[in-house]
């Protein structure tokens, strides 16, 4: 899977979840302060991220995503794994 | 021989003692805006020193049997789901069948904390199904303000009290008004929602959320497959009112129709542990958002971590 097709299915699940415009959501953007998604939100984006990229993204890795490439990052190399 | 199960009546007891946000403000450092938007509660009840698991328990159980229409004498079976009972001895159900003028049925409590109700249901459904009893009153009833820790401000926000009754009976013609429930836990996780030595709950909120977000929708296809019907039949979706978001996150990754019911009594009660669903139920019949014969899907989740779910005809 390419940084991409991740960023792309990302961009779907927070449309989703929080209601951010899937054309808002960059790489260079943080979760909280550029997307306003909160820890509830995050966690709903993380359990739907896991069950669409087929990758397990553990509690304490959560906090350490600031940014959305963060998580294309993590979720490229979990499912690379 | 085997009979065909229905639930024949519905009761409530809400507590007068109303609980506001901005009153919950004063108590420890919060907001109405923080404890809308994280949970969605904007009221809950508080039962006074007289009002105790037993006194509310009858209350609700007194309404279902009326709106039942059945003589008390031809319940054979009481069961009371709490998880706050202080004094786990003498346990509940066996007092308010007394209460109640039930002469000497079978009575017990059983606690699966938040889903006790929905397992309660399908233990009724199953006893009337196979001929033990003519009929069985469920009971959800807590008093969780004695069991809150008052100075932990991530929950004492959340909890109610109260109670909610269902009278389960024999179908007349053998249909099934109770249908086949799914049921199951996740013991591993069972530190996530627990109490401190001064008896009061603690929780971990953000893992409990995640679990439940995850799971519920699962468990929800799986009550649809069992029972034989799609999401686009159901009339109401009735979860545990544990927090809004969870109810709103699993509504919408079902894709349920808009016109679907969902039950949101967890605004105005908070979250009442093993009593949120049938206090949910009979906020929705008032509403008139439910109406006879509309099939609703319950589904309990929480402490054990555990859950129990079933498709149910509205009397």
């Known amino acids: ?81 | 021989m085997t009979y065909g199960t229905r639930i024949s009546g519905l009761g409530d007891y809400r507590p007068s003692t109303i609980i506001s946000n901005e009153d919950m403000a004063k108590l420890v450092e919060t907001s109405d805006e923080w404890i809308r938007t994280r949970v969605g509660i904007a009221n809950r009840r508080k039962a006074g020193a007289d009002e105790t698991v037993v006194t509310m328990a009858t209350a609700a159980g007194a309404k279902a049997i009326a709106d039942a229409g059945i003589d008390p004498t031809e319940i054979d079976l009481v069961l009371v789901a709490t998880c706050s009972l202080l004094a786990t001895m003498p346990h509940a159900a066996p007092r308010v069948a007394v209460a109640l003028g039930i002469p000497s049925p079978g009575a017990v409590d059983i606690n699966a904390a938040c889903a006790g109700f929905c397992y309660a249901l399908s233990f009724a459904a199953d006893a009337v199904r196979g001929g033990t009893a003519r009929n069985v009153l469920v009971i959800g009833a807590e008093k969780l303000t004695d069991i809150t820790n008052w100075e932990d401000r991530n929950t004492c926000i959340l909890f109610g009290d109260g109670a909610g009754a269902a009278l389960v009976s024999r179908s007349a013609d053998g249909s099934e008004g109770i249908g086949p429930v799914v049921m199951g836990s996740a013991g591993e996780l069972s530190e996530f929602i627990t109490m401190n030595d001064k008896l009061q709950m603690v929780m971990e909120g953000q893992s409990v959320y995640r679990w439940a977000t995850g799971v519920l929708p699962t468990v929800v296809r799986e009550i649809l497959d069992r029972t034989g019907i799609d999401a686009a039949n159901l009339d109401a979706l009735v979860l545990h009112q544990a927090n809004l978001r969870i109810i709103d996150s699993v509504a919408r990754s079902l894709h349920l129709p808009e016109s679907v019911a969902i039950g949101r009594d967890i605004v105005e009660s908070g979250n009442t542990s093993a009593a949120s669903i049938p206090l949910a139920l009979t906020t929705l019949r008032e509403t008139g958002e439910v109406t006879s014969g509309d099939r609703m899907l319950l589904l309990g989740f929480g402490g054990g971590l555990s859950y129990a779910g079933q498709v149910i005809t509205c009397p």
């Open chain 1, 1 to 81: 899977m390419t940084e991409n097709e991740i960023l792309a299915g990302l961009a779907e699940i927070i449309n989703e979840v929080a209601g951010v415009p899937a054309d808002q959501v960059a790489a260079d953007k943080t979760f909280t302060d550029d997307l306003d998604i909160d820890s509830l939100s995050m966690v709903e984006v993380v359990v739907q991220a896991e069950e669409r990229f087929g990758v397990k993204i553990p509690d304490e890795e959560v906090k350490n995503l600031k940014t959305v490439g963060d998580a294309v990052n993590f979720i490229k190399a979990g499912a690379a794994a």
